[in-house]
């Protein structure tokens, strides 16, 4: 099929994509509230962290979290929220959030729960990361800023809760940008076993289905995410003070629960709530997503993703892929900044 190419610097030429049976087989198994949000002063390593890149962290009890969040950009201008995934944080967006504030956007870039210092509100929730609840969480945290509707932009796990958003509450959602496509699954397809080659890149998955495994990110979760961001993006040659403005993230003492109840759950080796079990049945059933969107990729991801056409059928509405190119990695809007920026601001105009 034919395909939008970018670099990095959003530059597009056109490209014939060919089907991929390996890379399809890799593919991931992954009412308005009032609260007042206020400016937290840095108190900890994670507030500083995104001091420095974003601004003031502020904090909003949204659904079972007090949720800790960037904003940037003019109060009245066009809701864009960026949502990161594993194991990164919102440093991720540390250039697209103020480039899109400055074109009149309000940018909102929340932790996920278990990163940063999102923090839950009782220490008897279940720190359940299954799908329906990451996605919740971003529709707890639009009602609590009484926030209608808004663009929604990720890369992998947030991601994934983008696409949830998008296809479940279509009403709530302007447009959207996913890296990686449509990142919908559930329980009963993650039983389902891959060729060799194509379970390889998930062996963490399976080093986090045991005890061992969850010890050993304990013990070791920043070479742990090292290790991950070298190998999903091979040519990103980040240093070590951009790796530990993100690291301190996952400090946060629900993080290593949250990170194994997700990859547990995949594989039917962790059971989530039943609150969600409605959500979690239409999920099942892989519904469309109606609402304008650009899927993007980046050409030297190492992380298991599928091919574009594998996944077009699922959205319904205008749609647009682009493939970036430069030795783009996972990361994609920390590795090409410009490219995601644009697409952002490009999907709202489809």
């Known amino acids: 099929m034919n395909v939008n190419v970018l670099n990095g610097a959003g530059q597009t030429t056109r490209r014939f994509v060919g089907s991929s049976l390996l890379a399809l087989a890799m593919a991931p198994l992954g009412l308005l509230g009032v609260a007042h949000a206020q400016t937290i002063e840095p108190v900890s390593m994670q507030s500083a962290a ?82 329906a609840a990451l996605a919740q969480d971003v529709i707890d945290f639009m009602d609590a800023l009484k926030i209608q509707r808004a663009e929604l932009a990720g890369f992998d796990w947030g991601a994934r809760s983008a696409d949830i958003v998008a296809a479940l509450w279509p009403q709530r959602v302007t447009a959207l940008v996913s890296v990686s496509g449509y990142l919908i699954g559930s329980q009963e397809s993650g039983k389902h076993p891959l060729p060799p080659k194509a379970e390889l890149p998930w062996w963490y998955q399976y080093y986090f289905a045991t005890e061992r495994g969850r010890i050993g990110y304990e013990q070791n979760r920043r070479d742990f995410a090292k290790l991950i961001w070298q190998l999903a993006s091979p040519q990103w040659k980040f240093d070590d003070a951009t790796f530990e403005r993100s690291a301190v993230a996952m ?39 109606s609402v304008p969107t650009i899927t993007m990729e980046g050409d030297a991801n190492g992380a298991p993703h599928p091919p574009a056409e594998a996944y077009r059928k699922h959205f319904t509405g205008k749609y647009e892929y682009r493939l970036i190119t430069g030795g783009i990695g996972h990361n994609l809007p920390q590795e090409a900044p410009q490219a995601f920026t644009k697409a952002v601001v490009d999907a709202g105009h489809l």
Request: aromatic share 10%; no cysteine.
């Open 251 to 289: 400090d946060n003492p629900d993080h290593v629960a949250i990170v194994i109840h997700n990859y547990r759950w995949r594989l039917d080796l962790a059971k989530g709530e039943a609150k969600y079990a409605a959500l979690e049945k239409k999920l099942a059933a892989f519904p469309a997503i």
């Open 50 to 131: 995104a001091h420095a890149t974003l601004g003031p962290l502020k904090h909003i009890k949204a659904g079972v979290l007090n949720v800790a969040y960037a904003e940037r950009g003019p109060a009245d201008g066009p809701v864009v929220i960026l949502l990161h995934g594993w194991p990164y944080d919102i440093d991720a967006f540390a250039d697209v959030a103020p480039a899109l504030a400055a074109k009149g956007y309000r940018v909102l870039v929340p932790y996920a729960r278990g990163y940063g210092s999102t923090h839950f509100l009782s220490a008897k929730t279940m720190r359940n990361a299954e799908p």
